[in-house]
């Protein structure tokens, strides 16, 4: 048996029981979670039973963590409705919440039984939303080379993303996942942009301030391709065209350089480190990543300092 959970902003019926949550910043709580695992219990799913999550990367979050610890896990599936989703959450089986102000601090590897890919879900999306998931999309196009990643900026100066191009974002995420589906390794290269972005989804989340998942990752892209720059010798060029894009489309996120130790005390505790030292993904080049890169505070304040000077 088939039990939905969805965003409550999704118009679509199912011939199934579903849940309706309102979906994005805010959504993935323990409390939500527990009104995922009432409603199962209600209808007294099983195991065997498939938990549907209809809406973006917080419903599919939000609901994969709660079918993967409901009876010691239940199979789920995806129907993601944004572009971020589409691109990058729906993949890979990480779920979680929000807990104690910490951005998914609490959460599970759930292996996805199904993904229904239907483009047409994004026409009801916000621009903003769709900046938003084109930030993972560039983040990937950078990881796999040169062609993907100019495919990726002509969709963002489009406003439109093809079919064509989500598959290929997705096969690319599928095939890093395939390969490291624990993170121990090559997974890890997928974190491009996300030391500084996470940090600062962190902060605003604490500060009760919305602030898009991918919008923190683009200026978190920024810092990395800085430090690239610095650490790894890549073109600055690169650096240029990121930033300039960030500035035109994404626009300022309203943090200062009186935020910078709050900031790296948040990166201090991301999951990635070991022993103590803060993590980065770095490029050599586009389509060269490199995982597990150190940078001192010194050299880390100086990227956030280019970040808040633009
Ligand atoms: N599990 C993973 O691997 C992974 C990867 C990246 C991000 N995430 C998580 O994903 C979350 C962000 O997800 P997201 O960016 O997909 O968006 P979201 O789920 O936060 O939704 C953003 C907004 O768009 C609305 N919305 C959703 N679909 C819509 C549609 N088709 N038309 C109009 N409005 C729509 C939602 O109601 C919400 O207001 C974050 O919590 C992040 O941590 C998870």
Known sequence: MT????????????????????????????????????FLMRHEATRRD????????????????AASTYKRG????IVPTTLLSMADASIGGKTGIDWKGY???VGTFHKLAKTIIDMSYLQTLPQREFLSGMAEVIKTGMLSGKEDYYAALRALEDGAISEVLVLR??????????RDPKEKNIRKWLNLGHTVGHALEEL??????????GYAVMQGLVAALYLSVVKR???????????????????????????YDKLIALMRQDKKN?????????????????????????????????????
């Open 233 to 259: 010798g890549l073109d600055r060029e690169v650096l240029r065209v990121m930033t300039h894009l960030m500035i035109e489309h994404y626009g300022k996120i309203g943090f200062t350089c009186r935020d």
């Open 3 to 38: 039990f939905v959970l969805q965003d409550r902003c999704i118009r679509r019926k199912w011939p199934y029981p579903t849940l309706k949550i309102k979906g994005g910043a805010g959504c993935k709580t323990l409390r939500n979670a527990e009104k995922v695992w009432a």
């Open 50 to 65: 498939m938990l549907l999550c209809v809406g973006g990367g917080s419903i599919s979050d939000l609901g994969g963590f």
């Open 169 to 178: 974002i997705r096969a690319i995420k599928e095939s890093i996942v395939r």
């Open 103 to 105: 951005k998914n601090s």
């Open 274 to 310: 070991v022993g103590g030292e803060i993590r980065f993904v770095l490029l050599r080049a586009i389509g060269e990543p490199e995982y597990d890169c150190t940078a001192s505070e010194e050299e880390i304040r100086e990227a956030m300092e280019y970040l808040f000077s633009l």
């Open 204 to 213: 605003a989340l604490q500060q009760g301030r919305d602030l898009p998942h």
């Open 74 to 77: 239940m199979r789920f599936g």
